[in-house]
Structure formats: C-alpha cells, structure tokens
C-alpha cells in the first residue's frame, strides 16, 4: 500500500536524478511493471498526486521531455491499491494420515474434519492415525517458512512457501517395513487471509473487491470461508498440484464471502478470510527424500499467493446501449509466450487469453500442419458468455484463405477456463514466410447486465518453415495439431527424417516418443534427448498433460489421435485394424488429394522413459500389431506395483463388496493381463541398476514375463542409474 511522505523527502529522492534518469525510471516502469517485476512498484513511496503535477512540470521545464507516461505510472501503482490481500504468517496443521497415491480424488480433501465444517476450528481435538507414536495426532502451530525458487510460479509477487514436515514419525521404520509407499500421506493446513481496503480513499470511491485470485501450487485442493462462521460444506478448488506452468489461478468471487459487498455508504473495513488446504505427499510429486534431499522424512512443498481484482468502475456505470467494446490481448511475439499473465487483459475484461495454452499448429511450405486450433478463456466478470467466431485476419490484412469454424457452441460461466476448440480449413498457401494471425471471437451476454456483444482480439505469431527436407536437423520439430477426444484441440511434435530420407518409401518409420511424467513434450531438452534415424518420422505425443495421465484411457486414445494425424499427412490412408483407435467412432479414413506412396501403412516404433516407458510397454500390449516394436527405457510395470495401493484407505474396507469394487475399478491400470501380446514384438528392455526412481526389477519382471512365450526377448541392464 503506498505510503505518503512528505514533499522535502520526495525532492531528496529525485532531485538528484537527471531527466534522462528519470526518463529511464519511467520505461522501466512502462515495460516491466507487467512482465519481470509486476510488483516492484507497488512498494514505491509516492507523494500526493500534486506532487506528481510537481515533479512532471519538473521534466518538462527541463527539456521538454513528456512526463505522461511517469506520471500515469506512479498514479497507477496507488490507484492500484484499492484492496490488499495478506496471508497469515501464522498457520495451524494436522496430520499425517496414511494414504495412497492420487486417491485424494475420491475422498473428502478436509479429512480428518467431516463434510460439513463449523469455524471456528477446535484445535484441541486430536485425530487418530496409524503413522504417529500412540496413533494419536494433533493440530499444531507453526510460523515458519523457507524460500523457493524452483517452483513455476514463485515470481508470482507475496509468494509464502510452506515446507511441512513431520519429524516425530519414525518414517525410517516405516520405509523398512512398508517401502517408500508408506511415506505417503495426508495432512491439513489452516490459515487466514486478510483483505485489507486502501485508507486513502473514501467509502465513496473505494471499489469493491470482486474476485480473490489464488495462486497454489502443489497442494490438492483448497477451501475458503468468509467471515459468517456457519456449519456448511465447503466448496473445494482444485490446485496446481503439478506446478505446470501456464495454468490460470483459481477466481474465487468475493462477492458470497464479504457482508458488506452491496452498500456504499459505509467506509470499508479489513475483511478476515478463513483457508483450509488439503496437503498430499507422494513420491512422484516430490520424489524419493533420502534421493532429493538426503534425509528420512519426507517434505510436503507447496507455494500460495493471492491478489484483490477489484470491480472496475466503468463495469458499474456500463450503459445498456453501448458499442461493442474490444478487449485485446497482447500481440505475442515468438519469444514472449512465457512471459507472465499480468500484462494480459484490459482494465475492465469480459475474458482473458491465456498464451501459454493456444494451441495452433506450425506451417510448412505455407500450408497449416493440421486442422485444429484452440484458444483457452478465462471469464473474468460474473456475466454468462457464449462465444462464436467473428472474423480474422493475416498481417492486418483481411483474410480469406484460412477459415475457423467451432467445434460447438461454447458457453462460458463466471470464473470458468474453458478452451475454445477450433476447425482450421485452407484454401491457399500462406507466402510471406514471417506473418501473424488475428483472430476475433465474439462474447456475447446471456443476461441483462450488458446487452451488446463484446470482442476478443488474439494475435498469434505464425511459425512457416520450408519444406521439411529443408529443416536443419538441430531443429525443434514441427508442431502438428489434430482433434483428440471428444473433439479436444491438442498438439505433438514431429521431427521429419534427416540427411533428406522424407520421402515415403518400405524403409519409411514412424519413431513414437512417450515423456515421462511432468515432462512438457514440446520441451526442448527432450526433444534434443531423442534419436533421429534415417527414414524415421519422429513423433513427439503429450497425452493430454504434460503428465500423460499414466498414457491410458484418455491419453492413450490421444496418442492414437495424434498418430491417425500424421499418417494421414504422410500417405493419406487410415485403418484403426493397422495401428490403434482414437475412440471416436471414425475407424477409416482416405482423404480425396491423398499422395502417392508405395505404402499403404507405416509401421511404427514405440520408445518411452520413466512413465513413458510404462506408457509404451502398455500401448504396444494392447496394440501389437500397430507397435511391433519398442524400447522402453526405465518403465515400471503399473502404476500399482510401482507404488503399492495397501496403504489406502479404501484397502481398509471391511465390506467384502466394496473391497471388491475397489480392486475391479484398480485392474485397468495393471497390464499383466495383456503383456503375452508383447511375445511376438521385438522388445529392447533399458534400464538402470540402480535406478533410485523406478526400481530396476520392474523391467526384469516384466522381461520374465515375456520370455515365458519368447525366449529371444532381451533386456539391455546398466550398471549405473540410468
């Protein structure tokens, strides 16, 4: 909150300053304020605005300098300070309680307290749990806090990391006797955030906090309370519990939370929120803890941060004849794509453009390398939006070569991402080599507020690269987009094969590459990691996440997608019998302008590491004849005996019938009874040792498995952790 010093004090501060000094001091604040240092200058101590008025005539009298964009910066950054959101430094937890791997998705994230919660919470209760001394644990205070740097958002400004910790468990005895399963756990944290109102401004002009943006990482879910301590059951966000860069914070509207959000006429007072967030250790979120940090007990990680949007004024006093209004994005250049969120959007959004999340494919020789594009929208007002396509254009001019149409009507609620799937068509080749696409989405109302439609502007940068037996072989591939499931844009890459061997012929390969989990597939470091062989059509799949989702159901449906997608670019030909199904009901394809290719399929070559090499072992099972071969590097068998479930709650049921329903609901996850499929494939086995993340016999069983039916089967075994 800006503080107000008095003039002697802000003439000792920039008296000394040239007028190219703070000329510079003025960029900075035009350029950074939203990218590098988005709070900087909110802790800048500022004068009255006649101070301002003075040190701009100041500039000006100097050598005529504009002093506007100084003097609009510094008014900003305390008109900026309407509301501030603090988090306590203070916090209460409890726990650990034992469970399993991702099975917080089907349990109450506010265990040990029940569905409904009643504020204030009792902090002497005590909780029982097989994990501490006695089975007895207890709510405990804690003030401590450790710096991060390794998170995706800890530029995110009044970032708190939480470093929680049991050390009075005997976790090494438990390690002995249950494995590194048993380090599994479940805990519960409770603090505050305060809202606190600027005191400079009256109760008049001050505007209402509209939404509370929540930025949490690496916990599961997280609750908020307002200050009326009711028993009710509370409505649970989910949290970035990956730390996946490019996902839009949780939007909690304020406007449920705080008594006094209506009147006007009475001076804002601080506001007093209260938080529970669901904590969950496992080790392929935070690994091995003798491995990653040398000791016994394992460390839950997780970083929050919150910041005020407060209702713009000119959203209040909105006519109901108004024009239609442009809310325009930034134009992203190449290079800018991770540049943080706070520069995107107007003063007074409808919606916000996320960038990391576009999805638009790369062009070669000036055509588009798929058909699906996609643009996800955060709706930042409390309006309930439809959007439909309007218009676009290439390099400002009018375009009528590439066409958009969507998918379905979309529909969009307060405070909901929704990703806008997108039908690209072309009818011409694009020719200028650097160009860039504007498109316009129409916003329109569905309810009284605001009755004319609005308009979003995005600019994206198009990639044209030449032939693709002109790409440089260090190249990162091109990006190819395909329609997934249920009509979901989605992306791969595709490194075509070097020293000029593209073209089609019975050498011709498809090299289909599986990350490992939390691995981003456009990454460049994996993308250098993979081979390039002559004749061979590398392509690089997601999987949906950058975590694959374990490569079945949905994943292994994309995989299939993507695939379907390029084999039609290469011979214009698709039969699901010869490769593997997308699941939607389209089992053959042959496109009208198909090339000529003496082929009619092309086999494929299935690699993977780590979770990819379980994705690869699980695809090639359930599809030999479309993967006759693969090397999985370091995969495990399933995620059940990679880490075991006996520690899960469900595994408690006394009920036969639920024991039951959970192990059958288990079974899709294990591929014992599929991997006789792989006797007839050539398997290359690759692992580690003394693999301290997936343990080595993992590949070892499952290579006896094989060799039941095919004594030829081999496995390659270093010596080193690989």
Known sequence: MASYLPNELLDAIFSQLSTSDLASISLVCCYWQGYAFPRLYRTVYVSFATDLDLLATRIKNDNGTSPLSIVSNLQGFVLDEDWVAKISR???????????????????????????????????????SHLADGGIVYWKNSSDFTPRVDSEIHETPDLLHYSVTFPEIRWDSIRATEGWSGLQHHALLYTKIQLVPSQHLTAATVPRPKYLIIFASQCSFIAVFGPTHEPLVPRWYACNIYDHGGVPPIRLPLKNYIPSYQPRNIAPQAIELDVLISLDYEIRLFGDPTVSSNRTAPIIQVDLSVEVE???????????????????????????????????????????VNPDAIIFPDFVDGWAYGDAAGIEITSCSEEYWSISYRSSWINDLENQNIRFELVEPIRIAPSQTRLVSMILTQTKPLATPNASL?????????????????????TIPIRNHPDVSQLPENAQGVLLTYHSVSGTPASAVVLPPPNKTSQITSHSRILLALHGAGVMHTHPFWISALPRPEHAWVLVVQGLTPWGLDWREASGADVCAALRALVLRLIGTWQEDDYCTPHDQVSEVALPNRPTVPVRRIPVIAIGHSNGGQGTLHLASLFPDCVPALVPAAGYTSARLYVPTQASRGSLFADATLQGIMRASLQGQDGDIVAGNLALSRVRLVHGGDDENVPVWHSRERMALIKTWNPNADVKEFAQAF
Do not use: M
């Open 90 to 128: 203070d916090y209460q937890l409890v726990g650990p309680f034992p469970q399993e791997a991702r099975e917080q998705y089907f349990l109450n994230p506010g265990y040990p307290l029940g569905a409904e919660v009643s504020l204030p919470l009792d902090f002497t209760q005590t909780f029982i």
């Open 310 to 352: 407060v209702e713009d004024e000119v959203e209040q006093t909105i006519p109901e004849t108004i024009e239609n209004e442009i809310l325009e994005s930034p134009i992203f250049q190449s290079n800018q794509f991770s540049l943080p969120k706070d520069n995107i959007g107007q003063s007074n959004p409808c919606a916000r």
């Open 438 to 458: 504007t498109l316009e989405l129409y916003l329109h109302s569905e309810t009284h507020s605001l009755r004319q439609a609005q308009t979003i502007v995005i």
